[in-house]
């Protein structure tokens, strides 16, 4: 089935496990969402295991634990904190080096060096991403933009709509557009 909000199993793919082991540099920037602004200085580690030592072990460290047992760890020097940073579950360390830019600093930044960039944001786009991520505001733009990427999640939503009869799941909407309004919606 295509990506969905709940269900992204393409950015665990392809984006979040891609150079384990490795050093990442990285584009993001506390400015691009609310949620990441909020918590640019916590980390959260994912794994019961590493929150249970963090429990048992770092009692002195200011920290909470979420419903499902995940460690949140609340960081001093807000202000630089999470430049660099350890993924423990992926065993990364990621390089944030433009975290604290704002979205006019980069344009700034862009024009004084004369840095090449992609032409769609001369057309209106804010953000850059996969056509018609379920994370995207800009999903129905994007397909009109380029057609052939819904002619592809319409096949998509087909072979669903059969694996799924197969297997005797009877569904709300029977044709993929039917499926392909909702998912956009």
């Known amino acids: 089935m295509p990506p969905t909000r709940v269900v992204r199993y393409c950015c665990e793919h392809l984006k979040e496990t891609g150079g ?18 909020k918590s640019h200085s916590e980390v959260t580690f994912t794994e019961k295991k590493t929150a ?10 200011d920290y909470s634990l979420t419903g499902s047992g995940n460690a949140v760890l609340r ?15 992926n065993h990364t360390t990621l390089i944030n080096p433009i975290i604290d830019w704002t979205t006019a600093e980069v344009w700034e930044f862009i024009n004084e060096y004369n840095v090449p960039y992609c032409s769609l944001y001369d ?22 933009r380029w057609p052939k990427y819904k002619k592809l999640y319409l096949l998509a939503f087909e072979k669903m709509i059969e694996y799924r009869a197969g297997r005797g799941k009877c569904e709300e909407w029977e044709t993929p557009e039917a499926w392909f309004n909702w998912w956009v919606d």
């Not at 960081?75 to 579950?89: F, S």
């Open 75 to 89: 960081l001093d020097n807000r202000e630089n904190a999470r430049i660099v940073e350890m993924c423990y579950k």
């Open 20 to 37: 384990k082991g490795r050093l990442k540099v990285t584009g993001v920037r506390w400015d691009e969402s609310t949620k990441r602004k």
């Open 52 to 61: 249970k030592i963090i429990k048992a072990e770092l009692e002195e460290i």
């Open 123 to 144: 057309e209106g786009f804010k953000r850059l991403g996969c056509i018609g991520c379920p994370m995207s505001s800009n999903r129905e733009r994007e397909f009109e």
